[in-house]
């Protein structure tokens, strides 16, 4: 069974800084690619970022030079950096496989709030 959980969200001011975690069993970050999706206030969920087996990571284009997608394969564990916040960042952060698979059961996420 595989689980995921998201951690190290909080409010933070336009500008800051926030470091995701997510934890993962019954799954191999190192072997499969893992992204990490926001999902808005009324807003479908999205994709902003996904790292591959061998390291590669990509982001969408509201989150470049500001994101980084990382992960550690002794702990299991895939991060995301997110410098520069702006309140537009402010959605419910998820973990999960690239691309989503239905048989994964989705975390519970971690609130990110970006105001003054």
């Known amino acids: 069974q595989v689980q995921l959980v998201e951690s190290g969200g909080g409010l933070v001011q336009p500008g800051g800084s926030l470091r995701l975690s997510c934890a993962a069993s019954?799954?191999?970050?190192?072997?499969?690619?893992m992204g990490w999706y926001r999902q808005a206030p009324g807003k479908q969920r999205e994709l902003v970022a996904f790292?591959?087996?061998?390291?590669?990571?990509n982001y969408v284009d509201s989150v470049k030079g500001r994101f980084t997608i990382s992960r550690d394969n002794a702990q299991n564990t895939v991060f995301l950096q997110m410098n520069s916040l702006k309140p537009e960042d402010t959605a419910v952060y998820y973990c999960h496989v690239f691309p989503k698979r239905l048989t994964i059961p989705w975390g519970q996420g971690t609130q990110v709030t970006v105001s003054s």
């Open positions: 019954g799954i191999s970050v190192s072997m499969s690619p």
């Open positions: 790292i591959t087996g061998d390291g590669s990571a």
